[in-house]
């Protein structure tokens, strides 16, 4: 699938996921209606399948853009580390490396076309 712009947050989120993460697999798809399993809407949700599946990252789409970029990172670092690791010290450090690729990516796709 390809993306028609070309400062796509979120293919560059997923480009910088399955840079540190190429192992892991996951579908992610966005909805108008996300809950968590308590009923509560919430803005995206890591789901690990019970079947042994891929993982499953949904994203709301009543959200802007911005916001739905740090989502889809969020829920991407859920998928590295393991939905067990909540936001704990491991989840965050999942986290924090997901921004870090997705800022040297960021950097290098735009900073390349300014020289």
């Avoid at 070309?6 to 996300?34: H, M, R, T, W």
């Avoid at 959200?63 to 989502?71: A, D, G, K, S, Y």
């Avoid at 999942?94 to 796709?109: K, P, S, T």
Wanted: net charge negative; charged share 25%; hydrophobic share 40%.
């Amino acid at each position: 699938m390809e993306s028609p712009f070309v400062n796509d947050g979120c293919a560059i989120v997923y480009l910088a996921f399955k840079s540190l993460y190429p192992e892991k697999q996951v579908v992610c798809a966005l909805d108008n209606n996300v809950y968590a399993d308590d009923g509560t809407e919430v803005w995206g949700m890591a789901t690990d399948p019970r079947d042994g599946g891929d993982m499953v990252v949904t994203v709301s789409a009543n959200q802007n853009v911005n916001c739905m970029i740090e989502t889809l990172a969020h829920e991407l670092a859920h998928v590295a580390v393991g939905v067990e690791h909540e936001h704990d010290e491991v989840w965050k450090q999942a986290f924090d490396a997901l921004f870090a690729e997705y800022n040297r990516i960021g950097d290098e796709m735009f900073n390349e076309k300014e020289r």
